[in-house]
């Protein structure tokens, strides 16, 4: 088998934590001897072990005393450079070096300063043959967030709305009214899971009174953002019940009621998007996803700070309403979702 295909599986086993370790990045490990997978495994959940130690335990559970000697002749797999430096656990390069493994391929370098290399250095230093860059693309296209958050000092930012088939956002009178179908929606629930938080503004909060969790998919609910400057959102909104920690950025208070959590900041009608971008990377929150109103999304917008936008288009029209915001990006993706379809653009100026 090539680099690649092993590459692959790194990326499969990672994947399956997504929404899980953040500000963590997303890894898999597999190790190898004479052309065959003895070890695997992944970094399930932040604080917890890497995939390397993972991957290494997983041969002694299947190889028991034969473990250390195959090790010895192993090659490990791992889509990005081994830890070098002590955080929550032990530096995974040190872990190589102790099982004295014969050789590493890498998929990306580690961007973090506290790694950057130093990884890839102690393996060589003790011996250990290391190759990188394997599927250097398609690895820090996957661990996109955690590259965003890194090299940008922000979050990965996406820009999501329903719009119908003649460009409306929302209604006229401010009253509430669906544009896309329950497979969308149940979509939207799924992505929710993957990301850390949501953001939405005052108007929304008050006119749609959404809960913002994840419903109707398995998995955890991201972290509430609201942007309310004078704190005028009823008390009996969903917003401020216990299914989800929710943060409230306001002009008024900083303090903590149970899972709400008030923050105080000052002159939010300036450069609004770009204070909270830099304060949510302050909060270790390593991606979001912007559901606001129409005014919300456009600051964001004209502002270059967005990554990705998902847009659900509905095939019913209306007579007349809001019109949606304008996207300037490169579009990526179309399909089908349910009833509606659903286009995905990035941000080219920020790839």
């Not at 499969?12 to 997978?37: H, Q, R, T, Y």
């Not at 393996?123 to 661990?143: Q, Y």
């Amino acid at each position: 088998m090539s680099h690649e295909f092993y590459m692959k599986r790194c990326l499969e086993l990672a994947a399956l934590a997504i929404g899980n370790v953040s500000p963590n990045p997303m890894v898999g490990c597999v190790i190898v001897f004479d052309g065959k997978i003895i070890g695997e495994g992944y970094h399930q959940q932040f604080g917890k072990a890497h995939a390397e130690p993972n991957a290494v335990q997983s041969v002694f559970d299947r190889y028991g005393d034969a473990a250390a000697g195959l090790l010895k002749q192993a090659t490990a797999y791992v889509n990005l450079e081994p830890c070098a430096h002590f955080g929550k656990t032990p530096p995974c390069a040190d872990l190589f070096v102790k099982h004295q493994l014969k050789q590493v391929i890498i998929g990306n370098r580690d961007p973090f300063s506290g790694v950057d290399g130093k990884g890839i250095e102690k393996l060589r230093n003790a011996g250990i043959e290391v190759s990188s860059g394997i599927l250097d693309e398609a690895c820090k296209e996957f661990n996109r967030r955690f590259f965003t958050r890194i090299e940008k000092q922000r979050p990965y930012i996406i820009l999501k709305w329903a719009e119908t088939a003649n460009g409306y956002f929302a209604t006229n009178d401010g009253h509430q009214k669906w544009i896309s179908g329950a497979v969308a929606k149940r979509l939207a629930h799924q992505w929710r899971t993957e990301e850390d938080a949501i953001l939405i503004g005052k108007q929304t909060a008050i006119i749609d009174n959404p809960h913002l969790t994840a419903r109707e998919w398995p998995g955890k609910n991201p972290v509430r953002l609201v942007i309310d400057r004078s704190l005028q959102i009823p008390q009996n909104n969903h917003i401020f019940n216990q299914e989800a920690k929710t943060i409230i950025f306001n002009e008024v208070k900083t303090d903590v009621e149970d899972n709400i959590h008030y923050i105080q900041m000052e002159d939010m009608h300036f450069y609004l998007a770009q204070k909270i971008a830099f304060q949510l990377y302050l909060m270790d929150i390593q991606s979001v996803i912007i559901e606001g109103g129409v005014q919300m999304l456009r600051q964001f917008l004209e502002g270059g700070l967005w990554d990705e936008a998902r847009i659900f288009t509905s095939a019913n029209s209306w007579t007349d309403g809001i019109a949606s915001p304008a996207i300037n990006g490169n579009l990526i993706n179309q399909e089908q979702v349910g009833t509606d379809k659903l286009s995905i653009y990035i941000n080219a100026i920020n790839k």
